[in-house]
């Protein structure tokens, strides 16, 4: 279960060392997201965000896969349709507190705003972002972190 999550991390783990990125694929049972719910579509309600803080202070970069959890029992679930989009939001709710405050993406949970995390020049990841909704032509910035 979960294998091609586990190889995408691997994958772009390695795509990141070649370009000179120290990076770290860590796999789903490492740093598992706990999950609530039917094992086939769980919820998201915690992730350890002191391991992920950790293999940042070492590594420039920390690849974590999609899609699937722990469940209270140590049971595998799935996070269903979205899965990795929902984990993605759920690590970056507990994670990006050294990057945008809590304060913030509470106000852009509250009124819908989606926003990009990421380093200057990067893709990132969005925070908020529907499938089927993309920001309007000119809302979207760019802002920097120091």
Known sequence: MATGEEASVALLALALESAQVRALGI?????????????????????????????????????????????????TSLLGRGGSDLTARAEARRTAGGAVHERALRFAERHRVAFRVAAPGGTGTWIGKDDTREPAPGRERTVRCA
């Open 27 to 75: 796999p789903f049972w490492r740093v598992p997201v706990r999950t609530k719910g039917p094992l086939e579509a769980a919820e998201p309600v915690a992730v350890d965000a002191r391991a992920i803080a950790t293999a940042l202070a070492t590594h420039e970069a920390v690849v974590l896969p999609g899609f699937v959890g722990v469940d209270s029992t140590g049971a």
